[in-house]
């Protein structure tokens, strides 16, 4: 069975410190991999999408970036981090070329201070 | 454009009674997936219901049922005998068969009166 995993649960970081968020998924091969974001009470915002290595489509700019140095994993950094991006941060999944579903990792929680 | 609206931020329903969220979405697509997921205090976003747009008959899982009415563009939830355990944030996601974004909505916030 598929798993997907994130690292780490929770964070509190300085303002102007740099970012960096693990994503891994197990159990399959060649998935689509996604970042979104989530601030208090709000829905969700995709950050990146991922559909191989080195391709990467970013949605929304800003100082974060992305990157996929191998298959099942998907990291998220920043090289300073703002106020704004206090929030809740999951990765997701799906299968590639037909995503009929999207699974979810259970988040990092970053508060910038 | 392909969005996705929740037009109710929150939703009550006692215990054991039968509650309705409601979705519409908008798409030029003729092919696509509709989803409910479920977000509890965890925030581990978890996978409720999910409907082919092909596919007529609506889909249930256990006490979740939808609506599906694809010439209105609506994907409505129905959670029947409601329990405690329900009590979450609720969000209608939206995917075309053609790409690999999914569409989701702003969420509705369940609470379950015991």
């Known amino acids: 069975s598929q798993t997907i995993h994130q690292w780490p649960a929770t964070l509190v970081q300085p303002v102007g410190s740099p970012l960096s968020l693990e994503c891994t998924v197990e159990?399959?091969?060649?998935?689509?991999l996604y970042w979104y974001r989530q601030a208090a009470g709000r829905g969700l915002q995709l950050l990146f999408y991922s559909i191989g290595i080195d391709q990467i489509s970013s949605e929304v700019p800003q100082n974060l970036s992305a990157s996929r140095p191998q298959d099942r994993q998907f990291i998220l950094s920043s090289k300073k981090l703002l106020l704004s991006d206090s929030g809740f941060y999951l990765c997701?999944?799906?299968?590639?070329?037909?995503?009929?579903?999207?699974?979810f990792g259970p988040g990092t929680r970053l508060t910038v201070l | 454009a392909q969005t996705v609206t929740q037009s109710q931020p929150e939703m009550s329903v006692q215990e054991a009674e039968t509650v309705t969220l409601s979705c519409t979405y908008d798409?030029?697509?003729?092919?696509?997936?509709l989803f409910w997921y479920k977000q509890p205090p965890s925030r581990q976003m978890i996978l409720v219901i999910r409907q082919e747009a092909y596919k007529q008959q609506n889909a249930t899982e256990n006490r979740f049922s939808v609506n599906f009415q694809k010439a209105a563009k609506s994907f409505s939830l129905k959670i029947s005998d409601s329990q405690l355990g329900d009590a979450a944030m609720y969000f209608c996601a939206y995917a075309p068969n053609t790409g690999n974004q999914f569409y989701f909505g702003t969420g509705t916030s369940l609470t379950v009166i015991p």
């Open positions: 798409t030029s697509e003729s092919d696509y997936y």
């Open positions: 159990g399959t091969s060649n998935p689509n």
């Open positions: 997701a999944w799906s299968v590639v070329r037909v995503p009929d579903t999207q699974y």
